[in-house]
């Protein structure tokens, strides 16, 4: 059921983004835990993507953790108020990552519906990359974890979308990276509530 470090070696970034649709993200906080249905992400395409920290091969104290060998988690803040969680994926050195934009509720919903003080039938407890790890627990704290451990791991419960389900689209706010911004790789499921603002718009 749980993903295994190998799954997260995957050189294809963006095809381990559409793959990750349907897979099932958890944490476990003091024994609490919480997991959700991925059903939004999109891919950073290492150095050469004009979008991702690591473009040009920067690598600063926060794009540090993308170069690790994948399957360790990226989590930085946005705006100075958003925690937004990543997946690193590729081999060492390669700063892939795939960010997490959307969950539906599946775990441990009166502790997500607590976190985020909205009852989960409302798409925006965990509509969006911040909404979606606030309502995880996800914090700074959860940078550079093993995502094969017992804090936060994904899972396969064989939720699979077939190609007709899914809309790739252009990623969200990402303007600055020029003819990057247009690049298909956001990838979501058609018609899911959880989905973040843009992609409603897309459909």
């Known amino acids: 059921m749980k993903l295994s470090s190998e799954y997260f070696l995957n050189e294809d970034v963006v095809a381990l983004a559409k793959d990750m649709l349907g897979k099932v993200l958890y944490t476990c906080i003091d024994g609490q835990i919480t997991a959700g249905i991925i059903v939004e992400t999109e891919a950073y395409f290492g150095i050469k993507d004009k979008a991702s920290h690591a473009y040009g091969g920067r690598r600063t104290n926060r794009t540090e953790t993308m170069y690790s060998e994948g399957g360790v988690s990226y989590v930085y803040l946005c705006y100075g108020m958003h925690h937004l969680f990543?997946?690193?994926?590729?081999?060492?050195?390669?700063?892939?990552?795939?960010?997490?934009?959307?969950?539906?509720?599946?775990i441990g919903i009166e502790i997500m519906e607590a976190r985020r003080n909205m009852p989960a039938t409302k798409a925006a407890i965990s509509s969006g990359p911040g909404s979606a790890a606030k309502a995880l627990g996800i914090?700074?704290?959860f940078n550079a974890k093993d995502l094969t451990g017992n804090e936060i791991w994904l899972e396969d419960h064989g939720i699979k979308y077939q190609d007709h389900e899914i809309i790739a689209a252009p990623r969200v706010g990402i303007a600055y990276a020029q003819e990057h911004a247009a690049l298909p790789w956001r990838f979501f499921v058609k018609g899911n509530k959880y989905i973040s603002k843009p992609n409603k718009v897309a459909e």
């Open 139 to 141: 914090d700074r704290t």
């Open 86 to 106: 990543n997946v690193v994926t590729s081999v060492k050195d390669d700063p892939h990552a795939v960010l997490i934009r959307a969950l539906t509720p599946l």
